[in-house]
Structure formats: structure tokens, C-alpha cells
Nanobody, 115 residues
């Protein structure tokens, strides 16, 4: 079993910042990638950012230059630093980890950006 616990969500004004954290525990094997997704009201879940085992990162066009994904391997933690937040960033943010054993999801953390 793999457990992912997200934290750091909340309510912030437009232009503000938040940092999301996701701690992985359980039967962790070689992690292929750590990912953040989000799902806004009435929208499909979409990829926001990803970081591979080699440290390569990838971002959705909508967040490039504003969001930064990073990882602390010693702590089995992935972070998402979100700056210059916009109302359209409002969503539930989910942590995802892909390993040889499968793909695992956290429970999500709500991010609400007020205008």
C-alpha cells in the first residue's frame, strides 16, 4: 500500500502564493515520476506539473513561470510552489506518484483563489 498525504491548500487572494506538500509513505519502490494534478469546478482533472526521478520537470502552459515543482527524496516529499495565483487556479489539487507497481493518488487539497 502507498499513502499520499497532501497539505498546504487554502484560501488566498489573487496574486498570492501557496506551497503544497505531498508526503509519500508505505511500499515505495523506484519512483518514476511525481506529479500534481488539479480539478476545477465542473472540469476534468488536468496535469499541472511533473518531476521525474532524474529531476526533469514539465509544466502545463497555464502555470509555466508561476509554479515550481520540487522534491526531497530523503523525505519522500514533493512540493508545488504556486506564485502569482489567479482565480482560474481554483481547484482541488491532487498528488500522484507513478512507480513500477502502479499509479497512486492522494485525497486532494482545496486551493481557492479570490479575485
Amino acid at each position: 500500500q502507498v499513502q499520499l498525504v497532501e497539505s498546504g491548500g487554502g484560501l488566498v487572494q489573487a496574486g498570492g502564493s501557496l506551497r503544497l506538500s505531498c508526503v509519500a509513505s508505505g511500499s515505495l519502490f523506484t519512483i518514476a515520476s511525481l506529479n500534481w494534478y488539479r480539478q476545477g469546478p465542473g472540469q476534468q482533472r488536468e496535469s499541472v506539473a511533473a518531476i521525474t526521478s532524474g529531476g526533469n520537470t514539465n509544466y502545463a502552459d497555464s502555470v509555466k513561470g508561476r509554479f515550481t515543482i520540487s522534491r526531497d527524496n530523503a523525505k519522500n516529499t514533493v512540493y508545488l510552489q504556486m506564485n502569482s495565483l489567479k482565480p482560474e487556479d481554483t481547484a482541488v489539487y491532487y498528488c500522484n506518484v507513478r512507480m513500477i507497481t502502479g499509479s497512486y493518488w492522494g485525497q486532494g487539497t482545496q486551493v481557492t483563489v479570490s479575485s
